[in-house]
């Protein structure tokens, strides 16, 4: 057994006693238990609340239906997110697909925070319960535990240097062999794709656009970028539609690319 996954089977089992679980195998979304005298009895995980929504979403549910059985029989789905610049909401989304496809889907998920220009994912997730278990994998990357039952976050390091990156994207494509579903979250690719290489030739990546700020021309350089580098586009997202832009639609639209 390699030490990546002795630390990750210690790791789980010390969050499986800390963390009790329902009888379903999920957490309640729920702070904690409440006392009567309104003490808390067991702290449980909280995320944010924007993800969550978008995760209940049921265009975001149907694509992540889709996808499930190539995770399930291959343990080899790897879905990637960009944006078309930044403030379209591709961390929000996925955020999403990783919450959707570990709690709904029971699928072990890793989700990648590999936006180099501005990481926040790790603000996504947050614990009602004392420090999270941490695994440090000889420098570049780190993984946390969300809380949440088969789903884990890892951030990079890419160093300063050209070998600094080769060997934290390698150390990347290393742990994502350990889980069956890897969505990435690249940021805006177009204007920092040091982490694309994370995107193998026929891995689906998704382009996140927000209705009523992304330009036109910037969602068509971006997927000329992804064209030119020879990376499979699957599809968009139009995020933040209204009811009153569409009558017959709200929240994230899913869009398949012909």
């Known amino acids: 057994m390699s030490r990546y996954s002795q630390a990750s089977r210690k790791a789980r089992l010390d969050e499986m006693r800390r963390t009790p679980s329902d009888s379903a195998g ?39 239906e ?24 591709a961390s929000t989304v996925a955020a999403a697909l990783a919450l959707d496809l570990s709690q709904r889907l029971s699928l072990r998920t890793l989700l990648i925070d590999a936006n180099m220009r501005r990481p926040t994912l ?41 070998n600094d990156r080769a060997e934290a994207l390698k150390r990347c494509d290393e742990v994502s062999r350990h889980y069956a579903a890897v969505v990435v979250d690249l940021g805006v690719v177009r204007l920092d794709a040091r982490m694309l290489p994370l995107a193998r030739d026929n891995d689906p990546i998704l382009l996140v656009a927000r209705y009523g700020h992304t330009r036109r021309q910037e969602l068509a350089t971006t997927a000329a ?21 569409n009558p017959r639609s709200k929240g994230s639209q899913v869009s398949n690319e012909q």
């Open 26 to 64: 999920h957490e309640p979304p729920a702070d904690a238990a409440q006392t009567s005298s309104g003490s808390a009895l067991v702290r449980l995980p909280v995320p944010h609340p924007t993800p969550a929504i978008v995760a209940q979403s049921a265009p975001l549910q149907r694509l992540c």
């Open 66 to 89: 889709q996808l499930s059985p190539l995770a399930a029989l291959s343990h080899d789905l790897r879905l990637l997110v960009t944006g078309c610049r930044p403030g379209d909401g």
């Open 122 to 162: 790790h603000r996504s997730f947050a614990r009602a319960i004392p420090r999270a278990t941490e695994l440090v994998l000889d420098g570049p990357i780190q993984i946390r535990s969300t809380g949440w039952p088969w789903l884990d976050l890892a951030t990079c390091w890419l160093g300063f240097t050209e």
């Open 225 to 245: 970028a992804l064209r030119a580098a020879k990376r499979a586009l699957a599809g968009a997202i139009l995020n933040g539609v209204t009811s009153d832009a």
